[in-house]
């Protein structure tokens, strides 16, 4: 079955420490993005790739970090630069950054929790 | 900036009833408008998407209006169900960048008891 990938789906971060939040896909989209959601509020935008190899920041971008070596891959690092990490974390992709029509697909989303 | 404003904020209605959430957005000139059940603690699936030169989207029980010149969605609910129960997401696609922006509202929280 085609879809998103995170894990994991609870992850507890100490003080002073960075994780990484994974987002896999297999739909053959080139676009991907994450985004953020506190509660009582709708999404935020964090990053987004377009393509292999490139990436923007989004709206809310500082204290993140991204990369995107691989097309199915798009890993979130929240570095101990971001001091309100605590959120539920979601990855999206669509099938082409450019195409207004298409819809995004979900991720079943990674819960951040800070000790 | 384009903002998106829900309404209600939560709603709790007995089964079998219609119901209507509300979507409004301030920039009107927006490409799509997509509308979003979202589960307790899961992603979101996308339910309808309004392209901006249509008005209104059917999908079974569900149907969704686009009023881009006053800047107003609904999505309508026939005959809900308690399955029904989730938040419901809209979002409205902006351009300006090559991103062409999508934009969320804060959710309507939908219960619907037996």
């Known amino acids: 079955d085609g879809g998103i990938t995170q894990s994991p789906k609870y992850l507890f971060r100490k003080e002073g420490q960075n994780v990484t939040l994974s987002c896999e896909q297999n739909?053959?989209?080139?676009?991907m993005y994450w985004y953020r959601q506190d509660p009582g509020q709708g999404l935020r935008l964090i990053y987004y790739?377009?393509?292999?190899?490139?990436?923007q920041k989004g709206d809310i971008a500082e204290g993140y970090s991204v990369s995107r070596e691989k097309k199915e891959s798009f890993p979130l690092t929240v570095t101990s630069a971001q001091k309100n990490p605590t959120a539920f974390y979601l990855c999206a992709s669509r099938t082409a950054h450019l195409d207004m029509q298409e819809t995004q697909y979900f991720g079943p989303g990674t819960r951040l929790l800070v000790l | 900036k384009q903002e998106v404003t829900q309404i209600p904020a939560a709603l709790s209605v007995p089964e079998g009833e219609n119901l209507v959430l509300n979507c409004s957005f301030t920039d009107s000139a927006i490409y799509n408008l997509q509308w979003f059940r979202q589960d307790p603690g899961k992603g979101l699936t996308s339910l309808l998407l309004i392209q901006s030169s249509q008005r209104e989207q059917t999908s079974g029980r569900l149907n969704a209006s686009l009023d881009k010149s006053s800047g107003r969605s609904t999505l309508y609910i026939a005959a809900s169900q308690p399955g029904d129960s989730a938040t419901y997401l809209c979002a409205v696609r902006t351009g300006g960048t090559s991103y062409g922006k999508l934009t969320f509202g804060q959710g309507t929280i939908l219960t619907v008891h037996p």
């Open positions: 790739s377009q393509i292999v190899n490139d990436f």
């Open positions: 739909l053959n989209h080139d676009a």
